[in-house]
């Protein structure tokens, strides 16, 4: 038996979760079990197929509808908050490819199986972290023009020199 601590937000978390059992042929547990003050409850999860086995345990989308709706009834009670409802997202988000997994898995005849199915999009890879900064030149230091003072003769930039004209060639004379 091992415990869970993943849910834990202060170390005097009222709420012990104990996994019963070891992982099945898919790879998760099926059993564990909540402790808080003097309550005890189980929780089972489907084990085993249901055409072989019956239905003998819930589902995560089970739980996930009942965290759902709880969040939902935070958020129309008398204090909503951002985090519940970007919570109240990422359960919705999870519901949603939970079903859509199931119902891949019933396209491609392999639900109630043991057997893999072929996902239509490959999981995005975690995107590179950025480089850190180069390290930046000092700005150059612009000073102001100055301001000349009283004493000062304040001459204007002279023009450029306009380019000398060349005198055209003397032209032949022609006999006529």
Do not use: W
Not at 103 to 116: D, H, K, M
């Amino acid at each position: 038996m091992r415990e869970i601590t993943s849910h834990i937000v202060k170390a005097h978390e009222p709420v012990k979760i104990t996994v019963l059992d070891h992982p099945g042929v898919g790879g998760a547990c099926y059993d564990y079990l909540l402790e808080y003050g003097t309550g005890r409850r189980e929780i089972n999860f489907q084990n085993g197929r249901i055409p072989a086995h019956g239905i003998n345990g819930v589902t995560n989308e089970a739980l996930l509808a009942i965290v759902l709706d709880r969040l939902n009834g935070f958020q129309s009670g008398p204090s909503p908050c951002d985090e519940n409802e970007v919570a109240t997202v990422h359960v919705q988000m999870a519901l949603i490819e939970l079903n859509a997994r199931t119902a891949l898995r019933l396209t491609q005849g392999v639900e109630g199986t043991n057997s893999g199915h072929v996902s239509l999009q490959p999981a995005e890879p975690e995107p590179e972290p950025l480089p850190p900064p180069a390290p930046s030149a000092p700005e150059p230091v612009v000073e102001p023009p100055k301001k000349p003072v009283a004493s000062e003769k304040v001459t204007q930039p002279k023009a450029p020199p306009k380019p000398k004209r060349k005198s055209p060639k003397p032209r032949k004379k022609t006999k006529k």
